[in-house]
C-alpha cells in the first residue's frame, strides 16, 4: 500500500464504496490528486464499523492554494493525500453524527488524526477530519484546528467504554454487512436462509472454512481484518476464548462449541453445509 497519484480527470472506483472523483481538489483547476491507499482502507473500515450507507467526502485532496484559502497552512495531511474531512449516513439516509464517528475511529484503533466538529460544524451534522499521518491526534476542531483536545475520546465525551465485544457477518445474498451484534445477547448476527462469507469480531482471534476452496483461511486477530472471501460460502468457523454455535442454511443450530482446535469438537460447522448465521457467548451466559 502506498500514496498514489491519479489524473484530474480520473473516475476509478479505488474500493467498495469510494472512487478517485471523490478525492478531487475543490480549486476547481485541472491538477492531479493523491491518495494514501491506506485512508480508502481506513474508510472502508469506518463504514461497516458504523454499518454506514454511504460516505460523503467534501474536502480529500487539496493544493497548497486552496488549503490555504480555506483555513490551512498549505502542507497539513490534505496537501500530502492523507486526510479526509466527511461525514457518514446510516441505512436510513441520517447523518451519523460526529462523535459516533470518532468513538468508532478509536474503537477500531486508528492513531493518525480525528477531528471531531470538522471545520466547527455541529455534532449532528457528522462532519469529522480523518487523516493517516503517524501520529495520533484527537482533537475538537470547533475549538483548535491544531491542538489535541483528548487522548481518549470516550473520556472526552464522558462515556465508559464498552467492554462487550461486537461481531458481524457479510450476507452473501444482499451483498452487504449486517450490523453489529453484541456478544451474549439472545441475538444472532446473519439472516437465515442466507449463507454468509465473511466475519468480524472485536479482539478475538478468529478463522473460518472456506466452502468453496475447501480450505481454512489465515486467522484474524480483531478488526485488523475480516475473516473469509467475499461471495464464498462459509460451512466452518473457530473462535478462541469464546463459545460459540453456528446455524445452517435451511438447517438448524448445532451444538455450542467451546474451544478452538483441530478436533471435531474444535470448531462449529459441518463441511460442505453453508453457514448461514451465527451466535457467540461466555462460558458463564451459555444456553441449552
Same mark, same amino acid.
Given at each position: $500500500?502506498?500514496? *498514489?497519484?491519479?489524473?484530474?480527470?480520473?473516475?476509478?472506483?479505488? +474500493?467498495?464504496?469510494?472512487?478517485?472523483?471523490?478525492?478531487?481538489?475543490?480549486?476547481?483547476?485541472?491538477?492531479?490528486?493523491? @491518495?494514501?491507499?491506506?485512508?480508502?482502507?481506513?474508510?472502508?473500515?469506518? $463504514?461497516?464499523?458504523?454499518?454506514?450507507?454511504?460516505?460523503?467526502?467534501?474536502?480529500?485532496?487539496?493544493?497548497?492554494?486552496?488549503?490555504?484559502?480555506? =483555513?490551512?497552512? =498549505?502542507?497539513?495531511?490534505?496537501?500530502? &493525500?492523507?486526510?479526509?474531512?466527511?461525514?457518514?449516513?446510516?441505512?436510513?439516509? $441520517?447523518?451519523?453524527?460526529?462523535?459516533?464517528?470518532?468513538?468508532?475511529?478509536?474503537?477500531?484503533?486508528?492513531? =493518525?488524526?480525528?477531528?471531531?466538529? #470538522?471545520?466547527? #460544524?455541529?455534532?449532528? +451534522? &457528522?462532519?469529522?477530519?480523518?487523516?493517516?499521518?503517524?501520529?495520533?491526534?484527537?482533537?475538537?476542531?470547533?475549538?483548535? $484546528?491544531? /491542538? +489535541? #483536545?483528548?487522548?481518549?475520546?470516550?473520556?472526552?465525551?464522558?462515556?465508559?467504554?464498552?467492554?462487550? @465485544?461486537?461481531?458481524?457477518?457479510?450476507?452473501?445474498?444482499?451483498?452487504?454487512?449486517?450490523?453489529?451484534?453484541?456478544?451474549?445477547?439472545?441475538?444472532?448476527?446473519?439472516?437465515?436462509?442466507?449463507?454468509?462469507?465473511?466475519?468480524?469480531?472485536?479482539?478475538?482471534?478468529?478463522?473460518?472454512?472456506? *466452502?468453496? *476452496?475447501? /480450505?481454512?483461511?489465515?486467522?484474524?486477530?480483531?478488526?485488523?481484518?475480516?475473516?473469509?472471501?467475499?461471495?464464498?460460502? @462459509?460451512?466452518?468457523?473457530?473462535?478462541?476464548?469464546?463459545?460459540?454455535?453456528?446455524?445452517?442454511?435451511?438447517? /438448524?443450530?448445532? +451444538?455450542?462449541? *467451546?474451544?478452538?482446535?483441530?478436533?471435531?469438537?474444535?470448531?462449529?460447522?459441518?463441511?460442505?453445509?453453508?453457514?448461514?448465521?451465527?451466535?457467540?457467548?461466555?462460558?458463564?451466559?451459555?444456553?441449552?
Amino acid at each position: $500500500m502506498a500514496l *498514489k497519484n491519479y489524473n484530474f480527470n480520473d473516475n476509478t472506483k479505488i +474500493s467498495n464504496h469510494f472512487n478517485v472523483s471523490e478525492f478531487k481538489c475543490k480549486c476547481g483547476k485541472c491538477h492531479d490528486i493523491l @491518495i494514501d491507499d491506506n485512508l480508502i482502507i481506513l474508510l472502508e473500515r469506518v $463504514m461497516i464499523k458504523l454499518n454506514a450507507s454511504i460516505c460523503n467526502i467534501y474536502s480529500g485532496f487539496r493544493c497548497i492554494i486552496h488549503d490555504i484559502n480555506v =483555513g490551512g497552512n =498549505g502542507f497539513g495531511p490534505h496537501t500530502k &493525500g492523507y486526510a479526509v474531512d466527511c461525514y457518514f449516513k446510516d441505512k436510513d439516509g $441520517m447523518r451519523i453524527p460526529s462523535k459516533n464517528v470518532c468513538l468508532a475511529l478509536e474503537d477500531l484503533g486508528h492513531l =493518525g488524526g480525528i477531528g471531531y466538529r #470538522c471545520g466547527g #460544524c455541529s455534532n449532528e +451534522s &457528522g462532519n469529522t477530519h480523518i487523516d493517516t499521518l503517524s501520529r495520533k491526534w484527537y482533537g475538537n476542531e470547533a475549538l483548535s $484546528m491544531n /491542538k +489535541s #483536545c483528548c487522548n481518549s475520546f470516550y473520556d472526552y465525551f464522558g462515556i465508559k467504554k464498552e467492554q462487550s @465485544i461486537n461481531y458481524q457477518v457479510y450476507d452473501n445474498v444482499k451483498k452487504y454487512w449486517l450490523p453489529n451484534v453484541k456478544i451474549n445477547t439472545s441475538e444472532y448476527a446473519g439472516n437465515l436462509g442466507n449463507s454468509i462469507s465473511a466475519l468480524y469480531i472485536d479482539n478475538l482471534k478468529y478463522r473460518v472454512h472456506d *466452502k468453496v *476452496k475447501n /480450505k481454512w483461511l489465515p486467522i484474524v486477530i480483531g478488526r485488523c481484518d475480516y475473516a473469509g472471501n467475499l461471495g464464498n460460502p @462459509i460451512d466452518g468457523i473457530q473462535i478462541e476464548n469464546a463459545i460459540y454455535r453456528v446455524h445452517l442454511k435451511n438447517g /438448524k443450530w448445532l +451444538s455450542w462449541i *467451546k474451544k478452538m482446535d483441530n478436533t471435531n469438537n474444535g470448531y462449529a460447522g459441518i463441511y460442505g453445509y453453508e453457514i448461514d448465521a451465527i451466535q457467540v457467548k461466555k462460558q458463564d451466559n451459555l444456553e441449552n
